[in-house]
């Protein structure tokens, strides 16, 4: 059975998502400090955390940067504040998605559901050898989830690593934010494409000699983007 933790500060909306995710065959932790929810995602064996923003003890950001650093699991960012600066600095620091509160408990499930099918695909696979991708300078180890750059071993998130490795596997093809959206995030209409222009840009800060001027990940302007060989 798959284990959810729910890092959550108001008990009722944290009792709920429990109680929807549980009928949908989850097992479910809830943590509400933000502390001893961070020693519960970096002691536990979890396959999903849905994290509150704004929570006592530590707040969202800091705890997403922590579990980045030990952990790739999917993170689900929710808060009630709906600025995009937050959204931006959430997924920035490798949370997989962001919901603004209120929100169905339905859409939080379908969105879980959605997120852990993905991760377990590119994790089970059992290929003997290494699936490898090398473009000037670039190696991607897609079995051991893996970017080399010119040598130096660059961090990414697992939704960084999904989006680098589909446009790398199909070179030259121009996609748009929507069905880059749709093809990373396995969502046609729930969710927001800027998620696709913030992961873009964090991408071209690992890979790209000079962001400002991409040589790998090109925008199209109008259409999306491409990857040029």
Same mark, same amino acid.
């Given at each position: ?43 536990? +064996? =979890? ?6 923003? &704004? ?5 969202? =950001? ?5 579990? /980045? ?7 689900? &960012? ?8 937050? *959204? ?9 998605? @962001? &919901?603004?509160?209120? =929100? ?34 670039? /190696? ?18 697992? *939704? ?14 121009? @996609? ?32 790209? @000699? ?7 990940? +090109? ?5 999306? @983007?491409? =990857?040029?060989?």
């Amino acid at each position: 059975m798959s284990k959810i933790l729910i890092i959550e500060d108001e008990e009722a909306i944290a009792d709920l998502e429990k109680d929807y995710l549980e009928l949908s065959g989850f097992e479910v932790q809830i943590c509400n400090q933000g502390d001893e929810g961070l020693k519960a995602a970096l002691a536990g +064996e =979890f396959d999903l955390i849905v994290l509150d923003l &704004m929570l006592p003890g530590m707040d969202g =950001f800091e705890i997403c940067r922590h579990i /980045r650093e030990e952990k790739n699991i999917p993170i689900i &960012m929710v808060s009630a504040r709906k600025d995009d600066i937050d *959204k931006i600095r959430g997924l920035g620091l490798g949370a997989d998605d @962001y &919901m603004t509160k209120p =929100f169905s408990p339905s859409e939080l499930v379908a969105r879980v559901k959605a997120h852990m099918a993905r991760y377990n695909r590119l994790v089970g696979s059992n290929q003997k050898n290494n699936d490898i991708i090398e473009i000037r300078g670039i /190696r991607i180890d897609k079995t051991a989830r893996r970017v080399i750059v010119d040598g130096t071993e660059k961090a990414f998130t697992g *939704k960084e690593f999904d989006l680098l490795t589909f446009l790398a596997e199909h070179p030259n093809h121009v @996609y748009t934010k929507e069905e880059l959206f749709r093809e990373i995030w396995d969502m046609d209409s729930i969710g927001d494409i800027a998620t696709v222009t913030v992961h873009i840009k964090k991408i071209r800060e690992k890979i790209e @000699y000079d962001s400002a001027k991409p040589q790998y990940i +090109e925008t199209i302007w109008g259409v999306g @983007y491409r =990857f040029k060989v």
